[in-house]
């Protein structure tokens, strides 16, 4: 569907900033979005316990390095510096070799997360836009007041 376009997959469930979309948009090649872990807790509506639920990333000169999904407590501390994956992707067809590469996950899924360690690993480097600022998680019921409220100052234009 996409041919040789590259595309931007992300979570439909988050609001993502949109300078830092199109820094994303910008790269030449694939890349993703990976957040400050303090800036999702102290500008988003994202709880401090929260932050180890996601996938962290580490980089090596602003490449993906690394991501590791729900690292426990003693693999995040050996990591270093990481930020975390809110899912926000820039794919070119590559992926979907990759895709084509990898098997079912433990819960019986296609998992994203491997498919761009298969894309890493075939030669297709991902850059990763640092962000300091919110991406807006809308996961669950609770989260509905805290993102309406975030957003009552943005003008909705149509």
Request: a negative charge; aromatic letters at 6%; proline letters at 5%.
């Amino acid at each position: 569907f996409c041919g040789s376009d590259r595309f931007v997959a992300i979570n439909s469930d988050n609001y993502y900033p949109a300078p830092e979309l199109g820094q994303l948009v910008a790269l030449p090649g694939c890349g993703a979005l990976g957040f400050d872990p303090e800036a999702l807790v102290s500008k988003g509506n994202i709880a401090a316990d929260r932050v180890s639920a996601y996938a962290v990333m580490t980089r090596e000169a602003g490449k993906l390095a690394q991501i590791i999904e729900k690292p426990d407590p003693k693999t995040l501390a050996s990591l270093g510096e990481v930020l975390v994956s809110m899912n926000c992707w820039l794919f070119d067809a590559s992926i979907f070799t990759a895709i084509s590469q990898i098997d079912k996950s433990a819960r019986g899924e296609y998992e994203i997360v491997d498919a761009v360690r298969q894309a890493i690993s075939d030669g297709n480097p991902f850059d990763v836009v640092p962000v300091h600022s919110a991406c807006l998680d809308l996961s669950n019921r609770g989260d509905i007041a805290s993102v309406a409220a975030a957003l009552e100052s943005h003008e909705v234009r149509l």
